[in-house]
């Protein structure tokens, strides 16, 4: 293992279980990587190697005391070890005063809290958790930062980032606030202050002689240089990135810097640009699922052939752009993502459960899965939606795998009409039973897009996916990468959903009006359809011509 590969080991008396399972899910939501001690999966005697290791790899320990605690010989054997390594604790209890044996020993903490009462909270104990340890404090700020950066509030970004710059205590850490503060100024168009900010990560990483890191922060800098016109040093950043990406053998990378520096080369020097596209279709040739590579590769040759109205070498390469994209497409075709009807609809953050009744309501579906993003928001979601009327069950990450199985057997017997889940929660079950799938909360990444598709019956069905206008471009990004159109639809009235059901007698629920109207609609994409993608430098040059 490596050295801190987890965050907090926790260790605990089995009665309190579940108190502490909620614990353990709060800190995974937390950004946490946290080992949970299961008692009942210790084999043994003895201490557990596995849990000696984890105690060697974690910052810190939570332990939650009971008088039960050191009279089991497990838990004596694994906090004596614990002492040894001199690591850091907290000792969790209701209790004024504490064993003798802990009370003789260093780094510790103690945390007067009744984690065993039934009406037990989880936030206000991470609470006390995030004043009494920097480290918890730290993380609740990356994660605020992050989820703030997602929403394009990124002055609010800003100020958490800073926040746990200041509290950070170690290099890498550090290093992580400064790239993501680097990324906010970026989004600010404040290119100066992000790049001084990149600078400061560089130098840490140099110092921690993490290569891939110092490639990726270089490769950020080339780009804002092209942004800023400073293109020699735009070039002077790519070589650094490929000088490292050859020492840790990272081809692919490679052949992306040789296109970027070919791009930064057509503004004056369309022999030099050619020089780097050939040298980066080679290597995408030598690649293993490099097609679509190759076929950016021969468009950008066939562009820089057309700068230079060489038309036989431009006809050349376009037909081999031609051939590629064919094939392409055909490939698409017989994946299932071309055949699934995919729509998208733009309601405020509010709205979003009413949208999601309004949509069940309309398409009527006999069962769903609803894929969500977090615990708490699949446990909000579910209470709604029982209220509401409907048979439901929910799937968990850190769930027990018969638990889960036994839950999805259900839900194919017709005991659950709806399934919410993470895509963690339902990873690795067989579910093909459903012609609907509901996206509550868009994946910021297009594979896990693609892979909720998967758990549609046959060729015929739906993926359904609710937005705010903060998402807009998460779900044009996913839209350009799987190359296929996803609609844009108006949320369906209450008119809407009675026509659609005129043989049903139906009461329709929610609000009358949900969602965006056509004319803020408009003003979205029009504001979306600006040129934005700065680190494209072939089409910058092309829309500073016009």
Known sequence: MKKNKFDVFISYSPIYKNNIEKIYTSLIESDLKVWFDYWEMIPGEDIAISTQSAIDNSKLALIFYDDEYLNNKLKKE??????????????????????????????????????????????????????????????????????????????????????ALELSDNSKDSAKCLNNIALNYQEMDNYEKS???YRK?????????????????????????????????????????????KSINNLP??????????????????????????????????????????MINYNNLAYSYQLLDSSELFLFYYEKVLEISNNYNI??????????????YIVENNEKKDALLRLIDYKNPKKCIIFCSIKKEIDELSLYLTTEGFKVTTLYGNMKEKQRIDRVDSFKQGLFEIIITTDLGIRGLNISSVMHIFNYQIPFDTESYVSRIEYIN?????????ISPNEFRTIKKIEKEINITILLELIPTIKD??????????????????????EEINILINKNMRFRDRKNHRDLLRYRKK
Do not use: W
């Not at 810097?257 to 290597?283: C, P």
């Not at 009675?498 to 965006?516: P, S, T, W």
């Open 78 to 163: 694994e906090f004596l070890y614990l002492i040894k390594q001199k690591k850091e604790y907290f000792i969790c209890s209701e209790k004024d005063t504490i064993d003798t044996l802990f009370n003789f020993s260093i780094n510790k903490r103690v945390i007067k809290f009744d984690y065993k009462n039934n009406d037990f909270n989880k936030n206000d104990f991470l609470s006390i958790l995030r004043k009494e340890h920097p480290l918890f404090e730290t993380t609740y700020l990356l994660k605020n930062g992050k989820e703030c950066y997602q929403n394009s509030l990124h002055q609010e970004s800003l100020v958490q980032y800073k926040k």
């Open 195 to 197: 790049l001084s900010c």
């Open 201 to 245: 990560s560089l130098a840490i990483y140099e110092e921690l002689d993490n290569k891939k890191s110092i490639a990726i922060v270089n490769n950020n800098m080339a780009t804002l240089y092209g942004v800023l016109e400073e293109y020699d040093k735009a070039y002077s950043s790519y070589n650094n990135c490929i000088k490292i990406n």
């Open 253 to 294: 990378s490679i052949a992306k810097n040789y296109n970027n520096i070919a791009t930064l080369f057509q503004r004056d020097d369309i022999e030099k640009s050619l020089e780097y596209l050939y040298m980066a279709l080679h290597l995408n040739k030598r690649l293993p699922d490099t097609n679509y590579s190759v």
């Open 331 to 344: 490939k698409l075709e017989e994946n299932k993502t071309s055949n699934i009807n995919q729509i998208f």
């Open 458 to 466: 046959g060729n015929k069905g739906e993926l359904i996916t609710i």
């Open 497 to 518: 959903v009675q026509l659609a059901r005129f043989n049903e007698k139906i009461v329709v629920r929610g609000k009358d009006i949900i969602g965006l109207r056509k």
